[in-house]
């Protein structure tokens, strides 16, 4: 079946623009997860969505980054007033749900570069 | 912080076992070894998980050791496609989280021919 998609899959902005990055999860997966990777770094979680909620945004850097979920399936990363260090590569996962033994799948990424 | 040490690389042959080592020596009871791997310029790749005993499937074999203290990844006949950084993570729940993945800078496997 299709797995996680996100497009774009390269996106190049000025510093203070306004970027949307889209994650379209796996069919019938209800939690869905956004990481942020920086080069030479591993993924760092971001924000998770269990259904329309975010359940957790502990990992968003600042007020600057805002995801939605508003139907339960695709998300939207929103950030506003790029910064150059908001540059790399962002990553979705989607999961059947949420508990240990779920397993995580990952998109191919949004690379991001903020001039 | 990633609850997990592995060596930064690794090579292996080509057609030969990589055993990639893990150490979670403060892994919990409820806490599942997971194991991801990402080649170049793209998302991270699902290959295996296990929580007590050992498990195999059609890309790897994992490898629990009976304290849980450690675990290695078994792939039994690598190719140069295998060429990747391996990612061991440790999975449960910490604080607030609901187990989102927490990625150390995993072992960067090079498979030579």
């Known amino acids: 079946g299709a797995g996680v998609s996100q497009t774009p899959s390269n996106k190049v902005t000025e510093k203070g623009k306004y970027v949307e990055l889209r994650c379209d999860p796996i069919?019938?997966?209800?939690?869905l997860y956004w990481y942020r990777q920086s080069l030479g770094q591993g993924p760092e979680f971001l924000i998770y969505?269990?259904?329309?909620?975010?359940?957790?945004d502990s990992g968003l850097p600042n007020d600057r980054f805002f995801a939605v979920r508003p139907e339960g399936s695709v998300s939207t990363l929103k950030i506003q007033r790029t910064e150059r260090g908001d540059s790399a590569v962002y990553l979705c996962?989607?999961?059947?749900?949420?508990?240990?033994?779920?397993?995580?799948?990952f998109g191919p990424g949004t690379r991001l570069l903020v001039l | 912080d990633a609850k997990t040490t592995q060596p930064p690389s690794m090579d292996c042959a080509e057609g030969r076992a990589a055993n990639l080592p893990c150490n979670h020596s403060?892994?919990?009871?409820?806490?599942?070894v997971y194991w991801y791997r990402q080649i170049h310029s793209q998302g991270p790749q699902y290959i295996i998980h296990?929580?007590?005993n050992n498990e195999t499937n059609e890309m790897a074999s994992l490898i629990i050791t009976e304290d849980r203290k450690s675990s290695t990844l078994i792939l039994p006949h690598a190719t140069l496609r295998d060429t990747a950084v391996y990612y061991c993570?440790?999975?449960?729940?910490?604080?607030?989280?609901?187990?989102?993945?927490?990625f150390g800078k995993g072992t960067k496997l090079s498979v030579k021919p």
């Open positions: 969505f269990q259904g329309t909620g975010a359940a957790d």
């Open positions: 296990g929580l007590k």
């Open positions: 403060t892994i919990s009871g409820n806490e599942y």
């Open positions: 069919s019938g997966h209800t939690a």
């Open positions: 996962a989607s999961s059947l749900g949420v508990n240990s033994a779920e397993t995580q799948y």
């Open positions: 993570i440790v999975r449960g729940h910490y604080g607030g989280s609901q187990g989102n993945l927490i």
